[in-house]
């Protein structure tokens, strides 16, 4: 039986909560106020508040420099970013995507009447399997999104080899990603685009927010004018744009936070070793490892839970981390093709997709940033190795664990009928 530093009882079983105030995935961390208070006070002294401003120049051009990139291009946020990025690359017909993301992935292409065909990711490294793409192609397939979950990147060159060979785009919704390398190239610099989050919930972020980044010219230029509703001079709109401007308070933002970017990524490596070490040798429980050797942001903390030696199933720990008003996460359960309108919309993809509902069913987030302190991860820590020792207890008031999302439901199990 596993040993308990402390024995205390759960929350779910009538215990008093660990925490009085709720614990979550995704706090915002918060810069230099006095640096975002002065971009503030100038961006009003300009009386320029939009429009690409000075700020979002600056912004723009510290990423750029940042990333290693030939274009930055700031967005209002990442969703607008990624429709800004599939129809500048003329996108069309069909595009396969992984189920495993949050959602905005597929909606930035329902949302423009292509269909996201639903590949099923590598169960290791939870993206796009490369393989699993190809078998989706077809004479109506013109691109490909990987998306690098966690901020782990996706298998770039098998990605690449597979949109060579049949003269596809790729674009990377690197949401996750800012910050992050891959053989000691900065994400930004994959594919023929990627495109970053800035939302308040990421480790860096501009209240609201996005960039796509490409060493396209052209394509660069495109999307440059679809930004702003396909204006070139004043009266001159020469394209069909939209609106996906940033605004100068979020560069403010944005410019701030890149000055304590290293201070961030300090705090999330410090508690991500603090997870590491509360969780080793509970059995059933697997931190997500991240590559070391590479610039990485740790602002995910991912656990998969095997219920078969914990015991407990990972909706049932959410149950007793809630509880304990840990707010932990399933992302990105149960997958988007379970998602309207992609559940009624395409009801057979669960078909090809395996993996996704294994790693959906198993995958557990917990909170970290700089809102999180060390001693409250232990606490974490604790109440998931209790929860394991209670199992039994724990399972009681809860009621028959979930059934495996591998299982196909009765609404697909009719749609599979011919
Ligand atoms: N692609 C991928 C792979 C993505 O993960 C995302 C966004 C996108 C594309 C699209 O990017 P954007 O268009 O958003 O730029 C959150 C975020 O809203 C979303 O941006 C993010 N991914 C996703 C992973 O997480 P929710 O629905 O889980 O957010 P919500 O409102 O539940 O917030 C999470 C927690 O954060 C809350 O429990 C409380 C806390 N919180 C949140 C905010 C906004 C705060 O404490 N303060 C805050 O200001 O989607």
């Not at 410019?255 to 508690?271: E, H, K, M, P």
Request: proline share 5%.
């Amino acid at each position: 039986m596993l040993a308990t530093k402390e024995t205390r009882r759960l929350a779910i079983l009538g215990g008093k909560p660990a925490f009085s105030q709720p614990l979550c995935v995704g706090r915002p961390n918060i810069g230099d106020r006095q640096l975002f208070m002065k971009y503030i006070s100038q961006a009003l002294d300009n009386r320029w508040l939009t429009n690409q401003g000075p700020l979002v120049v600056e912004f723009e051009r510290q990423l750029s420099r940042f990333l290693r990139v030939k274009h930055c291009l700031a967005v209002c946020n990442a969703t607008l970013g990624l429709e800004l990025a599939i129809r500048a690359l003329g996108m069309q017909g069909e595009v396969i995507v992984p189920s495993f993301t949050f959602v905005a992935t597929a909606h930035a292409l329902q949302w423009q009447g292509i269909t996201p065909v639903f590949a099923d990711v590598d169960p290791r490294t939870h993206t796009l399997d490369p393989h699993a793409v190809e078998r989706l192609i077809n004479p109506r397939t013109t691109g490909i999104i990987g998306v690098h979950l966690w901020g782990r990147p996706c298998d770039t060159d098998g990605l690449r080899r597979v949109a060579r060979k049949h003269r596809l785009r790729l674009l990377y919704d690197a949401a996750h990603a800012f910050g992050c390398s891959h053989r000691g190239r900065m994400i930004g610099g994959f594919g023929h685009a990627e495109v970053f989050s800035f939302h308040a919930t990421k480790f860096f972020h501009t209240f609201e927010g996005g960039a796509i980044t490409t060493d396209d010219d052209d394509l660069a230029a495109r999307i440059r004018l679809m930004r702003n509703f396909g204006f070139a001079g004043y009266d001159d709109v020469v394209y069909l744009g939209t609106n996906g401007k940033m605004n100068e308070i979020s560069a403010a933002m944005g410019l701030a936070n890149l000055r304590s970017l290293g201070d961030v990524i300090t705090v999330n490596y410090r508690n991500y070793s603090r997870y590491r070490q509360g969780l080793a040798g509970v059995p059933g429980l697997s931190l997500i490892q991240y590559d070391e050797r590479e610039r990485c942001s740790f602002q995910y903390i991912v656990v998969d839970v095997d219920a078969r030696i914990t015991g407990i199933h990972r909706d049932r720990l959410v149950e007793v981390l809630h509880a304990e008003n840990v707010i932990a996460r399933r992302y990105f359960w149960p997958g988007c093709h379970r998602m309207e309108p992609y559940r009624s919309l395409y009801p057979q993809a669960s078909v090809h997709l395996p993996q996704t509902q294994n790693v959906a069913d198993r995958v557990l987030v917990l909170p970290t940033g700089t809102a999180v302190e060390e001693h409250q991860i232990e606490t974490i820590c604790d109440i998931l190795r209790q929860a394991i020792v209670d199992a039994d207890a724990v399972r009681r008031p809860l009621g028959p664990d979930p059934l495996s999302g591998s299982t196909v439901d009765k609404e697909e199990e009719r749609a599979l009928v011919p």
